[in-house]
């Protein structure tokens, strides 16, 4: 049998990426999608629900090996599964969003404690739609944070295809097969949540400034007007790279062959394979 490198599953994940991004620029009208999905963005939580139920049930063919464009319809629910697949995907977020929280406050009370001046700095911290606040954490200790942070990604996007493969919150939420799938598939996961995040601060990073610009206090219309646009086409490239992101998991959910997927609760067709082998092996 041919030995898989390193080198090869980094390529093979990135190749995933780039597949991804070309299933989106090649589906007719994708350009006002994305303007639609920026502007739905700004919409609290029942945003987060359309978005969620259109783009994971893009994902949800792309793991079925099926290649088609994106739906026509962004509130289209011709499956009838639309809202109830972004509110799971939503719930989701929230679940992993309290563990995320529950590092936060114990680093916060660490900072406090061990470094007493870092109440004095200001770091913005986003822990999820929910939990939107401004505290002083130690830089050593953010990085902790942000370490984690990137670490639960690849759970929460593996959990919400399995979420949206089954049509079931409870299959989402079977953490000892999303743990078996993120490590049987590490590599490539990894990649896409690194290669999204890095595009997805750099904008952040970008339109942070322009957030903090108080237009009320603005006599430049056209200043104004300019800072808007400025902030509008940032929220339009992260709705984009949201739409890669999202694409690129439901096609790197098709090497687990789907198709041969039973119960939520049986063991899928790797794991299969891998228990028949350890039996020949004895």
């Known amino acids: 049998m041919e030995r898989i490198t390193l080198k090869d599953k980094l390529a093979s994940g990135w190749g995933i990426v780039v597949e991804a991004f070309g299933d989106v620029v090649r589906s007719p009208g994708w350009i006002v999608k994305t303007l639609q999905i920026g502007l739905l963005s700004l919409v609290p939580i029942f945003g987060a629900i359309v978005l969620n139920g259109y783009l994971f049930g893009w994902a949800r063919e792309a793991s079925w090996g099926q290649k088609r464009p994106l739906p026509a319809r962004l509130f289209g629910n011709e499956d009838g599964k639309l809202y109830w697949r972004g509110w799971y995907a939503f719930v989701i977020s929230l679940v992993y969003g309290l563990l995320l929280s529950f590092v936060y406050a114990a680093l916060v009370a660490a900072s406090q404690a061990f470094f007493p001046t870092a109440g004095e700095q200001t770091i913005a911290l986003d822990l999820y739609a929910y939990a939107q606040q401004r505290m002083g954490i130690h830089p050593a200790l953010f990085a902790v ?12 996007l ?7 493969i089954y049509g079931s919150l409870g299959a989402g939420l079977q953490f000892g097969r ?9 590599v490539g996961i990894a990649v896409i949540v690194v290669a999204t995040t890095v595009v997805q601060e750099a904008v952040s990073a ?14 430049d219309a056209l200043g104004a007007l300019g800072t808007l646009a400025g902030m509008f086409a940032g929220l339009v490239v992260l709705a984009f790279v949201n739409m890669v992101s ?3 998991v439901g096609l790197w959910t098709r090497q687990f062959d789907v198709p041969r997927w039973r119960g939520s609760v049986d063991p899928m067709p790797f794991e299969l394979a891998e228990g028949n082998a350890t039996a020949d092996g004895k």
């Not at 957030?211 to 009320?216: A, G, P, Q, Y």
């Open 158 to 164: 593996v959990s919400t295809m399995r979420m949206s």
């Open 206 to 219: 970008l339109i942070d400034p322009l957030s903090k610009t108080d237009l009320s206090m603005s006599f």
């Open 145 to 156: 944070y942000y370490a984690v942070s990137l670490v639960l990604s690849p759970f929460v």
């Open 246 to 248: 999202v694409r690129a």
């Open 178 to 186: 999303v743990l078996a799938m993120v490590r049987k598939g590490l």
